[in-house]
């Protein structure tokens, strides 16, 4: 394939390069653009370095609050004018009332997640270190910096009060966090919500969790996730079929699809064609439903075993009702080459019965 230079094809001409970035008079560095120019401020009206990494820091707690917190710690390195250096210790430390007994390692966690039993590890104030990072900037502030906390907490406030565009990286946390967040707060419909995305994603570690809030929930939706959930956690193709055809029976055509196509390829594996081929079937009528979606792992019901143009042609009247003479005469061939036919048939689909390859290979008419 030649290659083709985008620049004759570009609305605009300018090259992207990355160069060392430099400054005169100051500078200030975050991982957000905001809160840089939060510490810009502070050198823009006169304060000093000081002022400008405590402004940043508030207004990183607001535009990137994942990752920079006034419930969190660090630690601060002050260069001095003549030279000295202070060191500000700002770390967490491990509430009082810890003990070896606070937390309980879960048995069902997946390998090296370090999981306690609830997530009592990950959720509520028992996951929450004694923070230090507020103390630590406030007498970083005190001792060093010019300006008064209201002053530098003020593009912070800004931001939190007029709102900002959220980055893609925020989003995705708060994406990742939501389940959390509903389960907090005791809204278990939410959180299963969540948690069944999660799983149709492919997030197989949110299964668990999944299961334990269905029941939780009353209703088919609620029963339907944990059967999706429970699929999950066995893998085996008669759970995910259950999930499958709960979904059918609700009308949720593009999950019901997916589901049946993992039915399909669970059900390979476990060396039962017949119900593989089924299940391929039902979820191409499902994704049939779904105005053009198109399901990876579905696998045409005709395509779920390589019969021979012949083979398929015999199967087909055979599906159709056609005795084995009325085949032969059909096609041109002797009653002995139709069973021989019809034997490589049904050993490659699985089946044991003429009645089962209606159900195959014959689809529904428009």
């Known amino acids: 394939m030649p ?51 405590i402004a940043a820091f508030f207004a990183l707690s607001v535009v990137e609050p994942m990752m920079v917190g006034v419930l969190g710690g660090g630690m601060a390195h002050i260069r001095l004018a003549d030279g000295r250096h202070v060191v500000i210790d700002g770390q967490s430390t491990a509430p009082l009332a810890t003990g070896p007994t606070t937390f309980t390692p879960d048995p069902n966690a997946a390998p090296g997640t370090m999981d306690a039993i609830g997530r009592k590890n ?4 028992t996951a929450v270190a004694a923070p230090g990072n507020l103390k630590g900037w406030c007498e970083a502030l005190s001792r060093f910096g010019t300006f008064p906390l209201a002053d530098v907490m003020e593009p912070a406030i800004r931001h939190a009060s007029r709102g900002f565009r959220v980055t893609p990286y925020l989003h995705e946390c708060v994406t990742d966090s939501a389940a959390d967040m509903a389960r907090e707060r005791g809204q278990h419909c939410f959180e299963l919500i969540i948690l069944h995305d999660l799983l149709r994603m492919g997030e197989a570690g949110a299964a668990l969790r999944a299961r334990d809030v269905s029941e939780l929930v009353d209703g ?53 064609h017949a119900r593989s081929t089924k299940a391929a079937k ?48 059909a096609l041109s061939l002797s009653v002995r080459t139709v069973e021989s036919h019809l034997y490589a048939a049904f050993a490659k689909l699985g089946l044991t019965a003429r009645e089962e390859l209606n159900a195959v290979l014959v689809r529904p008419r428009a």
């Open 3 to 53: 290659e083709i230079d985008w620049h004759t094809r570009a609305g605009t001409r300018f090259r992207c390069e990355k160069q060392p970035a430099t400054g005169t008079r100051g500078m200030v560095v975050t991982n957000h653009p905001l809160a840089s120019a939060a510490g810009a401020e502070m050198l823009a009206a006169g304060g000093n370095a000081i002022d400008a990494a």
């Open 122 to 125: 990950a959720l509520g104030p």
């Open 220 to 272: 088919s939706q609620g029963e339907a996730i944990g059967l999706h959930a429970q699929a999950v956690v066995s893998r085996r193709g008669s759970d995910i079929e259950l999930a499958a055809a709960a979904f059918t029976r609700m009308d949720h055509a593009l999950t019901a699809s997916q589901l049946w196509a993992m039915a399909s390829v669970s059900y390979r594996c476990e060396g039962l």
């Open 282 to 329: 039902k979820s191409s009528e499902m994704a049939a439903l779904c105005e053009g979606a198109k399901i990876r792992t579905a696998t045409p019901a005709d395509q779920v075993e390589p019969l021979s143009r012949r083979q398929r042609e015999v199967a087909l009247l055979a599906a159709q009702g056609a005795t084995n003479a009325e085949i032969a005469d």
